[in-house]
């Protein structure tokens, strides 16, 4: 399998790799976030990002040619794509001929979402040999721009990190948080209750 996301903790490749490696098999990732995230730290390339995404897509492009041209060819069974925003169309077919394998992509934004999602994501849905989509919406959106086969996945969530809610008598929770886990949120979320606020 290759994974192609970003190599957040509570981000969805790192739970792909695990349950995979568990499974038995071999696993290589892309961390488009090296790229990414490094970026968005700079207050330069954050101005740029809000007039045009081109600069940060050819970035990740060019280091994902790169990465697919040291691949042996034929060594991917399997290529998943995590959220499909930063890959020019050409990038993708040079995977699908080095690759020789099946390949998906999980789009987990709305295709149509200026921030979400991105031109090169729309063009990019034919090469696909199918398309995973969190909405429904986006499964129609999918097989109109072309295709060749589309499939609601909707978004669940990790047990080892979101615990269900247990049944509580009194509601004297401190802090109620709804949205992405990550370390440093909780723990900025715990700090926040320990100060006293």
């Not at 959220?83 to 020789?100: S, W």
């Not at 886990?181 to 715990?190: D, Y």
């Amino acid at each position: 399998f290759l994974l192609v996301g970003e190599e957040r903790e509570g981000d969805l490749m790192p739970m792909f790799r695990q349950a995979l490696l568990k499974m038995g098999h071999e696993v290589i990732c892309f961390d488009h976030g090296v790229i990414t995230m490094r970026m968005a730290q700079s207050l330069v390339w954050r101005i740029i990002y809000k007039i045009s995404r081109f600069p940060m897509t050819l970035a990740v492009s060019h280091a994902f040619r790169d990465f697919i041209r040291r691949l042996p060819s034929g060594s991917v069974d399997v290529t998943l794509v995590l959220q499909q925003m930063y890959f020019m169309p050409h990038v993708i077919n040079e995977l699908k001929a080095r690759t020789q394998g099946k390949l998906f992509t999980w789009q987990t934004g709305d295709y149509r979402s200026p921030t979400l999602s991105s031109k090169w994501a729309v063009d990019s849905i034919p090469l696909y040999d199918c398309i995973f989509s969190h909405g429904a919406f986006d499964v129609d959106f999918s097989l109109h721009a072309g295709a060749k086969r589309a499939e609601r996945l909707p978004l669940g969530c990790n047990p080892s990190y979101l615990m269900p809610v247990k049944e509580v008598d009194d509601y004297s929770i401190d802090v109620v948080f709804v949205g992405h886990w990550r370390r440093e949120r909780q723990e900025f979320l715990e700090k926040l209750v320990a100060d006293g606020f």
